[in-house]
């Protein structure tokens, strides 16, 4: 059992990672762990009133349970990045890919629970103690956090929200970071308040108005997506027909996600692209074609919209960056 200042793992034998960490926490130091316990991915940070937990690119060879624990009446911000997560409060809760959650614990623990795949998810969580100055300075939260007599509820979903651009970019703002001792918590409290400017003005109540088909349908859309996005035949027709389903009912599926099926195709061949001319000497050109970007011009012109910096530039600053 291996345990930092607020997660609990169980079962770490069953994890199996062969990638260096690079997620958005990334420039935190590297937790200290047991010689049996070396192939844990994440990066946490705690303070006074927050606290930050990431964990990615670990692939599992078996289902991983983690407990979190805080006092009670927290806020919790868990936004997922990479297929689904299992999340217990009073029952079980599947968050998909590309949403963030927004739920309150009024008691001391609750469960997140990774399948046998691989997994990356940012938690931020939020001392109760902070809740009335949230409501006052955002309005919009009131009605989300309006309870009854009646209301005894030991976990309460406040609200989703999908992950759009604009909040990516918040989320990349953490990648420029650097970690230093006395500082580093400011820092993180400060960008806070950035993504809780975002979150709050947008975040919206559970929808209850889609139905399960479409929901399951979405959650094997984006798997396959996952699986083959390689592929230069990967394309709307080709999923819709590997699913069974017409065109129009997998369109409908993503329907008020963060992007259409053609544009999560090309959200991760650019994520994929990414990760490759950061860790790699590859030629940009040569990723770009690997990845079925047939022209140049257009990928860069689509890198540079979703990473707000060309494919060149991004290389660049990370050498530089590697250098100090």
């Not at 927050?50 to 964990?55: G, K, N, T, Y």
Request: hydrophobic share 40%; glycine share 2%.
């Amino acid at each position: 059992m291996l345990k930092t200042s607020f997660v609990e793992f169980s079962d770490v034998h069953a994890i199996y990672n062969s990638r260096p960490f690079d997620g958005y926490l990334a420039f935190l130091p590297e937790p200290a762990s047991s010689p049996l316990e070396t192939h844990l991915s994440y990066r946490y940070y705690s303070g006074k009133d927050f606290c930050w937990f990431e964990f990615k690119d670990t692939q599992l060879s078996a289902g991983l349970s983690m407990q979190v624990t805080a006092s009670q009446n927290y806020l919790w911000l868990l936004i997922n990045m990479r297929t689904g997560i299992s999340l217990t409060l009073d029952s079980s809760y599947l968050l998909p890919t590309d949403m963030l959650l927004c739920y309150q614990t009024l008691t001391d623990d609750h469960r997140i629970f990774l399948g046998d795949d691989s997994s990356w998810f940012l938690l931020l969580g939020i001392d109760g103690c902070m809740l009335q100055d949230l409501t006052t300075e955002y309005e919009q939260l009131k009605p989300l956090f309006a309870t009854t007599a009646k209301d005894d509820r030991l976990y309460r979903i406040i609200g989703t929200m999908g992950l759009h651009a604009k909040l990516k970019r918040i989320l990349d703002a953490l990648q420029q970071m650097e970690f230093r001792p006395f500082s580093t918590y400011y820092q993180l409290a400060n960008w806070n308040i950035r993504f809780f400017r975002y979150v709050f003005q947008e975040i919206e109540p559970p929808a209850v108005d889609r139905t399960d088909h479409e929901i399951e349908l979405y959650y094997k859309a984006m798997a396959y997506i996952r699986e083959n996005f390689y592929d230069d035949q990967t394309n709307i027709e080709a999923i819709a027909a590997a699913l069974y389903v017409s065109k129009r009912t997998l369109e409908r599926a993503f329907k008020d996600k963060p992007f259409s099926v053609t544009e999560q195709i090309i959200e991760f061949r650019l994520q994929e692209a990414r990760a490759c001319i950061r860790n790699s000497d590859t030629p940009i050109t040569t990723i770009a074609a690997s990845l079925n970007f047939a022209c140049p011009k257009n990928f860069k012109r689509l890198f540079t919209k979703r990473f707000m910096i060309s494919p060149l530039q991004y290389r660049e600053s990370m050498q530089l960056k590697r250098l100090f």
